[in-house]
């Protein structure tokens, strides 16, 4: 059963920090890209960067350049993701996704998410 998992959400100040992480099971993690989205209240989900996989990843959105890193650990199954200077704008929920072949700004090209984690930014 594929899942995913994230957690590190929470209540920080403009300007501060998060870490969030995206823990996968009951795929082969190496070879399936994953993207981190996120989406506000009665907005579209925004993706933001994706790993494929094999190295490699690429920004989906001008919005997070800059103050936002990916990383990916193939030993423990997980995706982190970096957030730095944060606003109040970076409030929302924040998924990671699993596509098969390769990243994609369209979210309707990813067949598994997580369940979601909150992180609210406080002014």
């Known amino acids: 059963q594929v899942q995913l998992v994230e957690s590190g959400g929470g209540l920080v100040q403009a300007g501060g920090s998060l870490r969030l992480s995206c823990v996968g099971s009951g795929f082969t993690w190496d070879n399936n890209a994953i993207t981190w989205f996120r989406q506000a209240p009665g907005k579209k989900r925004e993706g933001l960067l994706c790993n494929s996989g094999r190295g490699g990843w690429i920004s989906l959105s001008d919005s997070v350049k800059g103050r936002f890193t990916i990383s990916r650990d193939n030993a423990k199954n997980t995706m982190y993701l970096q957030m730095n200077s944060l606003n109040s704008e970076d409030t929302d929920i924040y998924y990671c996704?699993?596509?098969?072949?390769?990243?994609?700004?369209?979210?309707?090209?990813?067949?598994?998410w997580g369940q979601g984690t909150q992180v609210t930014v406080s002014s």
């Open positions: 996704a699993r596509r098969e072949h390769g990243c994609s700004a369209f979210e309707s090209s990813y067949n598994y």
